[in-house]
C-alpha cells in the first residue's frame, strides 16, 4: 500500500508542477510579446518625432 502511495504523490506531484511550468511559459510569451509590442510603438513615436 505505501509503493502506491508514493508512486500517486509523486505522479501527483509531475503533474502540478508541469502545469505551473506550462502556465508561467505561456504567461511569459504573452509578457514578452506584448513588452516588445509597446516598445515598437515607442520607437515609431520617437523616430516620427525627429
Given at each position: 500500500m ?7 504523490l509523486?505522479?501527483?506531484?509531475l503533474?502540478?508542477y ?15 510579446r506584448e ?5 515598437k ?10
Amino acid at each position: 500500500m505505501a509503493p502506491l502511495f508514493w508512486k500517486l504523490l509523486a505522479a501527483a506531484c509531475l503533474v502540478w508542477y508541469s502545469t505551473i511550468t506550462v502556465y508561467i511559459m505561456v504567461r511569459g510569451f504573452k509578457d514578452i510579446r506584448e513588452m516588445l509590442r509597446k516598445l515598437k510603438q515607442t520607437r515609431n513615436s520617437v523616430t516620427s518625432d525627429e
